[in-house]
């Protein structure tokens, strides 16, 4: 998939917002898993970056 993006895209940044910088912080990559949700199947993990124990990337 790597190849295919790399083969059929260009990437390029373009700066919208001259007035704020934009702060992404690694744990924005991947959703926290609602607590009620976690509640109500334990078999779910939160994910690491949220604090939990799963790390989506292995």
Known sequence: ???????YFT???KQLDTKYDVAWKP???FFAIPQ????NNPKLI??????GAFDPLK
């Open 27 to 29: 744990e924005y990559y």
């Open 11 to 13: 990437i390029t940044f």
């Open 46 to 51: 939160q994910n690491n970056t949220w604090g």
């Open 36 to 39: 009620t949700a976690i509640d």
């Open 1 to 7: 998939m790597d190849k295919a993006y790399t083969d």
